[in-house]
T-cell receptor, first 109, second 115 residues
Framework: GQNIDQPTEMTATEGAIVQINCTYQTSGFNGLFWYQQHAGEAPTFLSY??LDGLEEKGRFSSFLSRSKGYSYLLLKELQMKDSASYLC??????????WGAGTKLIIKP | GAVVSQHPSWVICKSGTSVKIECRSL??????MFWYRQFPKQSLMLMATSNEGSKATYEQGVEKDKFLINHASLTLSTLTVTSAHPEDSSFYIC???????????FGQGTRLTVV
C-alpha cells in the first residue's frame, strides 16, 4: 500500500529553526508537496520538489531524496503565525495526491 | 495560479436533509476536480475524482449514492450530501490538480455540521 509518515506534533520556540520530516512509500513518484493548513481552513501551498536537492523560498526550505523516499521542510526564524499543521503529499504514478496525516507545529514564545 | 471558489464556507443542516456544495474554477478550465473530506485532527481523505461530462470515480468505502457528484461544465463541480447524518459532519474541500501542475489549488473548504 501507499504510505506517508510524518511526526504527529512538534514544538519549537519563536525565532528558532525546526525541521519536519516526511518519509514516503508510493506507487511511483511525480513530485512531493508541502502545504500549511490552519485549523478550519484549506491548505496553502508551500513548496514542490520533483528532483533531489534543496529548494529555498524565503524562510521555508524543502529537501528531497528520492532514493531514500525522504523529504523535510525547514522553517527558519519561526514566528507565532507559523503555528499550524504541515502536510506532506506525494503525487503517485497516476498523478493522484497521497496525503500524510500532517504535523501539528506548536510555536512557543 | 488557478483560483478555486467553494461555496458555502459553512452550513448547518438537519439530519435527513441534503446539502449541496459548489466548487468553481474561476480562471481555469478544469476537466478534473478532486473532492476531499477531513475530520478533525486527521489528514485529507480523497472521496472522489470528478470528471467533466462523465461519472465521478469514487474511492473505496465512499458511497456514490450518498455523495452525489456532478461536473456538468468545465468550471463547476458540485458535491451533494444526501440524507445527511451527524457522522457526515466534516470539512469538505475541492481541489484542482492537473498532471503537469506543480501545485494543487484548493477551494476555501466547507464546514458541514449535521444536527
Amino acid at each position: 500500500g501507499q504510505n506517508i509518515d510524518q511526526p504527529t506534533e512538534m514544538t519549537a520556540t519563536e525565532g528558532a529553526i525546526v525541521q519536519i520530516n516526511c518519509t514516503y512509500q508510493t506507487s511511483g513518484f511525480n513530485g512531493l508537496f508541502w502545504y500549511q493548513q490552519h485549523a478550519g481552513e484549506a491548505p496553502t501551498f508551500l513548496s514542490y520538489n520533483v528532483l533531489d536537492g534543496l529548494e529555498e523560498k524565503g524562510r521555508f526550505s524543502s529537501f528531497l531524496s528520492r532514493s531514500k523516499g525522504y523529504s523535510y521542510l525547514l522553517l527558519k526564524e519561526l514566528q507565532m503565525k507559523d503555528s499550524a499543521s504541515y502536510l506532506c503529499a506525494v503525487k503517485d504514478s497516476n498523478y493522484q495526491l497521497i496525503w500524510g496525516a500532517g504535523t501539528k507545529l506548536i510555536i512557543k514564545p | 495560479g488557478a483560483v478555486v471558489s467553494q461555496h458555502p464556507s459553512w452550513v448547518i443542516c438537519k439530519s435527513g436533509t441534503s446539502v449541496k456544495i459548489e466548487c468553481r474554477s474561476l480562471d481555469f478550465q478544469a476537466t478534473t476536480m478532486f473532492w476531499y473530506r477531513q475530520f478533525p485532527k486527521q489528514s485529507l481523505m480523497l472521496m472522489a475524482t470528478s470528471n467533466e461530462g462523465s461519472k465521478a470515480t469514487y474511492e473505496q468505502g465512499v458511497e456514490k449514492d450518498k455523495f452525489l457528484i456532478n461536473h456538468a461544465s468545465l468550471t463547476l463541480s458540485t458535491l451533494t450530501v444526501t440524507s445527511a447524518h451527524p457522522e457526515d459532519s466534516s470539512f469538505y474541500i475541492c481541489s484542482l490538480a492537473g498532471q503537469g501542475d506543480t501545485e494543487a489549488f484548493f477551494g476555501q473548504g466547507t464546514r458541514l455540521t449535521v444536527v
